[in-house]
């Protein structure tokens, strides 16, 4: 079983559409959650961090549920600049330092 | 301000050969972390250098090695290169050991092993 679980997708959805990912991780004592983008061919880059108490951010909001032990992210009114991979990723305690574990990515392709 | 540097930006070897891989940091970020991102998949973390010292090494076999040196840029080096190391190489800055989970990544190094 993979540390952090996505569905690959694509996702295939029209400008305007909500759209929602989620991502199970397996390590209950991973402490800290992020969403990372990354466009084709491109470096990652971090899109949001991910708290208990849930976060939003313009149009994207994180969610985690740590008793499901799953972390979503809901894009609202999707533009087609959000068309890209969404990585899941999770830290696992304090020393971890920079040793991030990545989900597999979910790919969203958004169509006019 | 330059972001993370990597280079080369793509190169292609054969079975066997070795592979020196380098990255500069962003200006006064003083840790360095290599990942490894198969085509498909998410990236896979190698290692991390700080203030020139291992802090953390993923599940990769002892044919890869690291180091980072006084002005903080860094070498990742494959020996022995199989098929499967076919794989874009991401280094990864930040001003330390953090767990605010912000990296920042260079482009990566896109190495093809025929």
């Known amino acids: 079983r993979k540390e952090v679980e996505q569905d690959p997708g694509p996702f295939n959805v029209p400008e305007g559409a909500t759209v929602a990912f989620n991502c199970t991780y397996s390590?209950?004592?991973?402490?800290?959650f992020f969403w990372y983008r990354q466009d084709c061919r491109k470096e990652p880059k971090l899109l949001m961090s991910?708290?208990?108490s849930g976060n939003e951010d313009g149009r994207f909001t994180a969610q985690l549920n740590r008793a499901s032990q799953y972390i979503s992210l809901l894009i609202r009114d999707s533009k087609l600049s959000d068309s890209a991979t969404y990585l899941c990723?999770?830290?696992?305690?304090?020393?971890?330092?920079?040793?991030?574990?990545f989900g597999g990515g979910t790919r969203l392709m958004v169509k006019p | 301000d330059a972001g993370v540097t990597q280079s080369p930006t793509h190169l292609i070897k054969t079975r066997g050969q070795h592979v020196t891989l380098r990255c500069s940091p962003i200006?006064?970020?003083?840790?360095v972390s290599w990942y490894q991102q198969v085509l498909g998949q998410g990236p896979q973390f190698i290692f991390q250098y700080y203030e020139k010292e291992e802090r953390g090494r993923g599940n990769f076999p002892d044919r890869f090695s690291a180091r980072q040196f006084p002005n903080y840029s860094s070498e990742l080096n494959v020996n022995a290169l199989l098929l499967g190391d076919s794989a874009l190489y991401l280094c990864a800055s930040s001003a330390g050991v953090s767990n605010t989970g912000e990296l920042f990544f260079g482009e990566g190094s896109r190495l093809t092993v025929l």
């Open positions: 200006s006064g970020h003083k840790s």
């Open positions: 991910v708290y208990s």
């Open positions: 990723v999770v830290l696992c305690g304090n020393n971890a330092g920079n040793m991030l574990t």
């Open positions: 390590n209950s004592a991973s402490q800290s």
